[in-house]
């Protein structure tokens, strides 16, 4: 899944659209956009608001984005 997706699907999972999304973290609809996009990424303290927002991890979240590899 891509980086947009799996944000983007986690976000859309919780009912909440981009510009909810903003509101609830204090930011512009355009930072959601451009996280989910993968053109910009969120603030350290920002991925933990994110992650507690939409009811999982930050790993979960950006694992992707930031090319973690869980180990088996």
Do not use: C, N
Not at 23 to 38: F, R, T
Request: charged share 30%.
């Amino acid at each position: 899944m891509s980086k947009k997706r799996v944000f983007a699907s986690y976000r859309e999972s919780r009912g909440y659209s981009q510009k909810d999304l903003a509101k609830l973290l204090g930011v512009k609809q355009q930072a959601i956009s451009s996280w989910e996009i993968g053109r910009t990424i969120p603030k350290p303290h920002q991925l933990q608001q994110i992650a507690e927002a939409l009811g999982v991890t930050k790993d979960e979240l950006f694992s992707d984005m930031f090319q973690i590899q869980k180990e088996e």
